[in-house]
């Protein structure tokens, strides 16, 4: 099936991620970047910190990867998410399509899937556009603690 025939068949309302083909579990990804970003542990408390430090793979443009295909050459480290992660990982945020969809929920509003592009998702702040820097360029871990408001 083309890529518009499946938007147009809103396959993920009525699809679990189990039972999502590739093409269908790829398109799901909302490109927002917070997944691309450094966690870090509170050494203190054990606690879960985020920062904003992108891999620096990631197009702090487009806020996609750059070399999805060949990723895990450069970052060994780069997950792979699947539906068992979807379900467990602590840190994916509350807007994640892969969370929402395993919480039963309903995609934002904002996500491209139901507008096109991402135009919309910018608009609102839900993607790391602007809000980043490389892990190359970053200073000191401390300058870079931050509360994603989500
Ligand atoms: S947080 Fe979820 S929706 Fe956003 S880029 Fe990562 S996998 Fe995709
Ligand atoms: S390698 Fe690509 S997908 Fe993986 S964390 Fe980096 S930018 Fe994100």
């Keep these: 099936m083309s890529k518009e025939a499946l938007i147009k068949s809103r396959y993920w309302e009525h699809k679990q991620l189990e039972e999502m083909t590739d093409d269908e579990w790829e398109m799901l990804c909302d490109g927002c970047g917070h997944c691309c970003l450094t966690k870090l ?3 203190d408390t ?3 910190v985020y920062t904003n430090v992108a891999c620096n793979l990631l197009d702090l443009e487009s806020c996609s990867c750059s070399d999805y295909l060949n990723r895990h050459k450069f970052e060994p480290d780069c997950i792979k998410l699947d539906v068992h992660l979807a379900k467990t990982l602590p840190w994916l ?10 919480e039963n929920k309903p995609l934002p509003f ?10 919309k998702m910018y608009r609102y702040g839900k993607s790391v556009k602007g809000k980043v820097v490389h892990e190359r360029n970053r200073g000191d871990w401390e ?8």
Excluded: F, Q
């Excluded at 945020?93 to 395993?102: E, F, G, L, N, V």
């Design 41 to 43: 542990i509170d050494e």
């Design 46 to 48: 054990d606690e879960l």
């Design 93 to 102: 945020p509350s807007t994640c399509a892969y969370r929402r969809i395993a």
């Design 110 to 119: 904002w996500h491209p899937l139901l507008n096109g592009d991402k135009r």
């Design 143 to 150: 300058e870079h603690i931050v509360v994603w408001k989500l």
